[in-house]
């Protein structure tokens, strides 16, 4: 099971709960933070947060995760369909990653339908609101095994 997740949200999720309730809940960022917080420690899991709204940001702290964490949840924003340099990132590491979205990407515009990420995640959730997080960590603690640490 994975002893450290990191969770990574992309531009705009700083918003989350405070803009277009009927798509994203009504649910902030921080209390999206801190009930993963909780259910990483009631996981005795290692949970640590970031969110950018600036790609090179998000970049930098995924390698930084390389020698840190065992799994990575991320949320990329409107980053999925763009970013060919954060796909790059996440398989540089080489760290087990689950792609979540808050809605349904597929019921959306067909912009929205391509993912840089989801043929290299290790599971991708969408559509089930703020518990597609949660849903995530379940899973990584469940199904992801930690990747031998590089010597
Ligand atoms: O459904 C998701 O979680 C998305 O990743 C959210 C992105 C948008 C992030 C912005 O989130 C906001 C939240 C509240 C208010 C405004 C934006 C969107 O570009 C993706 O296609 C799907």
Do not use: W
């Not at 899991?45 to 930098?60: A, C, P, R, W, Y």
């Not at 970013?83 to 790059?88: E, F, G, T």
């Amino acid at each position: 099971m994975a002893r450290s997740i990191l969770l990574v949200n992309g531009p705009n999720l700083n918003l989350l709960g405070t803009r277009e309730p009927a798509l994203y809940g009504s649910t902030t960022l921080p209390n999206v933070i801190s009930l993963a917080q909780s259910q990483c420690d009631r996981l005795s899991i290692t949970f640590s947060h970031i969110q950018s709204n600036h790609e090179g940001v998000l970049i930098d702290h995924i390698h930084e995760a390389r020698s840190t964490f065992d799994a990575i949840i991320i949320n990329p924003g409107a980053l999925t369909h763009t970013s060919v340099a954060l796909r790059d990132a996440l398989l540089g590491v080489e760290i087990p990653f689950v792609e979540v979205h808050i809605s349904n990407v597929h019921k959306r515009e067909p912009f929205r339908h391509h993912s840089y990420l989801s043929d290299k995640a290790e599971a991708v959730i969408c559509g089930l609101g703020v518990y597609g997080y949660e849903a995530a960590i379940e899973f990584a603690a469940r199904c992801l095994e930690p990747k031998e640490k590089a010597q």
